[in-house]
């Protein structure tokens, strides 16, 4: 019951077409590279959410939630945990 308004505004990307967080700053070399394939199989539209699942996790993702809802593709990944960096959640979403 608080009053919230929800301003819409479009996502800004990276130019490799990862989306700008503050995350990104905690990414080590070897899973920034590795963010950027999550970045495309999200927006692979030819890719079911359960195909896009079983990809990320071959590659070391652990995967909380890709799911297509309002016109959207959403998800949510953990890095893979690698030497010499911390596990980072990444989210993000896409029009279908």
């Known amino acids: 019951f608080v009053g919230t308004e929800i ?3 479009p996502t800004v990307r990276e ?5 700008m967080s ?3 700053r905690r990414l080590n070399p070897t899973q920034r590279a590795l963010a950027t394939q999550w970045a495309a199989l999200l927006a ?5 959410p359960t195909e896009i699942r ?5 590659i070391g ?9 309002w016109g959207r593709r959403l998800g949510a990944v953990h890095t893979p945990p690698l030497e010499n960096g911390p596990v980072v959640r990444l989210i ?4 279908l």
């Open 92 to 95: 993000d979403n896409v029009p």
């Open 22 to 24: 503050s995350r990104n």
């Open 61 to 69: 993702f652990t995967v909380d939630y890709i799911e297509d809802r």
């Open 7 to 9: 301003i819409p505004c």
């Open 15 to 19: 130019p490799d077409g990862l989306a």
């Open 54 to 58: 079983a990809k990320l996790e071959a």
């Open 44 to 48: 692979d539209l030819s890719l079911t």
